[in-house]
């Protein structure tokens, strides 16, 4: 089975454009985590999806947005990019079975430079 | 809410010698505790993890962890450093609540010596 796959693997933007980045869950997989990793802040959640519905969204500013479609993919969306959001994009993705926790796994990330 | 200390940012050991990784964590209720691995350019992946059965957790590449609910530690462990386990680790806990998410300790660096 393939793993998490993260488009594009690496990214250069200048302040104030905007960005999407791309998930690709494993097969059978519903729900999606993004996480943001900086060498400062350490892995920060961002938000959850689940059945194409935010679930659990992090202390993130209203600038970071995300969606999910109909076969489990996500894409995440930065606005008004600033330096400060250069980091590792984390996706991470979970097969639901019920209430019992639900391994993730890790997608190799998206790394966003921001110039 | 859930938190995670890890105590040193970088341990260095002698090839042959025991890793020691700490991990303390902060829960108001039974927590999920897991250990991950980052290598360079690389995602997280999953060494072991903690689900309220056996106490003593073994994971992959000769890893494993105590679960100390007395001290609330989740110390990772292996008797002999290899130059492959050269890496970033990073302890994480969440709950029991289904898509509670993965809060994450700040991680330690990991260096071998030959």
């Known amino acids: 089975k393939a793993g998490v796959t993260q488009t594009p693997r690496y990214l250069i933007k200048t302040r104030g454009q905007q960005v999407t980045l791309s998930c690709s869950p494993i097969?059978?997989?519903?729900?999606v985590s993004w996480y943001q990793q900086t060498p400062g802040q350490g892995l920060q959640f961002l938000f959850e999806?689940?059945?194409?519905?935010?679930?659990n969204k992090g202390n993130f500013p209203g600038r970071f947005s995300g969606r999910q479609f109909s076969n489990s993919r996500s894409e995440m969306n930065v606005s008004t990019l600033e330096l400060g959001d250069s980091a590792l994009y984390l996706c991470?993705?979970?097969?639901?079975?019920?209430?019992?926790?639900?391994?993730?796994?890790f997608g190799p990330g998206t790394r966003l430079t921001v110039l | 809410a859930q938190s995670v200390t890890q105590l040193g940012s970088h341990v260095s050991v002698s090839e042959g010698a025991l890793v020691l990784l700490r991990c303390n964590y902060s829960?108001?209720?039974?927590?999920?505790l897991f250990w991950y691995v980052q290598y360079p350019n690389q995602g997280l992946q999953l060494l072991l993890k903690y689900t309220s059965a056996a106490t003593l957790v073994k994971g992959i590449n000769g890893f494993e962890a105590e679960f100390k609910k007395s001290e609330t530690s989740f110390h990772l462990t292996k008797p002999s450093a290899h130059m492959s386990d050269a890496a970033e680790y990073f302890c994480?806990?969440?709950?029991?609540?289904?898509?509670?998410?993965?809060?994450f300790g700040k991680g330690t660096r990991l260096s071998v010596i030959a």
């Open positions: 991470a993705s979970s097969l639901e079975v019920g209430a019992s926790y639900n391994e993730q796994f």
């Open positions: 829960s108001s209720v039974p927590p999920y």
């Open positions: 994480a806990v969440t709950v029991n609540s289904g898509n509670t998410p993965l809060v």
């Open positions: 999806y689940f059945s194409e519905t935010q679930r």
């Open positions: 097969s059978g997989h519903r729900s």
